[in-house]
């Protein structure tokens, strides 16, 4: 989302004219400065006004089309070894990656957890839906998609168990977590790319946010070997992780300023061959309050 922020044409006229007659740009923002601009906007005004003389295409008018700030990425929040002791077991970092900050996660749930989990989750198990952006309104989603259901935080002594391990990862405290969402893709299905962080473009997203703060971390744990297809990908940056039993996929796209971070899109590539099962866990800012 860009701005707009107000841009006198007096200012801009001052500009044009400091510029054509030879003083040099960061001379011109200097000046500005002084005059209580700020330093970015100065900049902005100085670039613009000079890309368009260059260009010769026309002049701002009034206004200023400023670009979002760039995400500044804090430290990955994982520790910087390469096994993580998760109370009960230890958590291994098998690769690492800079932008979005992820890295992939072996050994996070045993075998047997992940039978227990699809267990639990099956009977219980709905159509995914999407938000229509027309209405705002859930609607299932079409059949190329998963089925899917949410526990609550620590419902059963299993769900406990794995709340409490990955908030042992994370450093944060296991109320910032949101219940485990269980998703199934069978053979086909997959998800279109997406943001896990909430956009304030609903009233429920923007209400929760001011509850709870905002999603910051995904931990996608794959809970069966999926015979083709089904990598999770990260478009922007090529990456794709096939999904294997017991690994997770940990990324983190949301910074101490309160920015998100856009290269953490993400969706889930068709299942060929197969059937995929993962277990989701969203972790916020703050304790998470779901209604
Ligand atoms: O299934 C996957 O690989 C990705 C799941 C996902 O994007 C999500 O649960 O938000
Ligand atoms: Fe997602």
């Not at 639990?120 to 209405?135: E, F, G, I, K």
Request: glycine share 6%; proline share 8%.
């Amino acid at each position: 989302m860009s701005l707009t922020v107000p841009f006198p044409n007096p200012v801009r006229d001052w500009i044009i004219s400091n510029l054509q007659r030879g003083c040099a740009a960061p001379d011109v923002v200097r000046e500005l400065t002084n005059n209580n601009v700020a330093e970015e906007l100065a900049s902005a005004m100085v670039s613009t006004v000079m890309q368009a003389l260059i260009a010769g295409s026309p002049l701002p008018d009034g206004q200023l089309l400023m670009a979002p700030p760039a995400y500044l990425a804090d430290p990955c929040r994982l520790p910087a070894s390469p096994v993580v002791a998760c109370g009960d077991r230890e958590i291994r970092i098998l690769s690492r990656m800079s932008r979005p900050t992820a890295a992939v996660l072996g050994n996070v749930v045993s075998a047997r957890e992940a039978e227990q989990l699809i267990e639990l989750a099956a009977p219980r198990l709905r159509p995914s839906t999407v938000v229509d952006p027309a209405t705002g309104m859930d609607v299932v989603a079409d059949h190329r998609s998963s089925e899917g259901m949410f526990f609550r935080l620590m419902e059963t002594p299993l769900l406990e168990k794995l709340d409490r391990r990955l908030a042992m990862l994370t450093g944060l405290p296991v109320e910032n977590g949101e219940g485990f969402q269980i998703l199934h893709y069978r053979t086909g299905a997959g998800s279109a790319p997406h943001y896990d962080y909430l956009t304030p473009n609903n009233i429920a997203n923007a209400e929760s946010v001011t509850r709870s703060g905002q999603r910051i971390i995904t931990i996608v744990i794959y809970l069966n070997d999926v015979m083709a297809g089904g990598e999770t990908v990260f478009p922007d940056t090529g990456w794709a992780i096939t999904p294997q039993l017991g690994n997770a996929i940990y990324f983190e796209y949301g910074n101490r300023e309160g920015q998100t971070d856009p290269a953490s899109l993400h969706a889930s590539s068709p299942v060929l061959k197969g059937e995929k099962w993962v277990a989701t866990k969203w972790i916020r800012e703050r304790r998470f309050i779901s209604r």
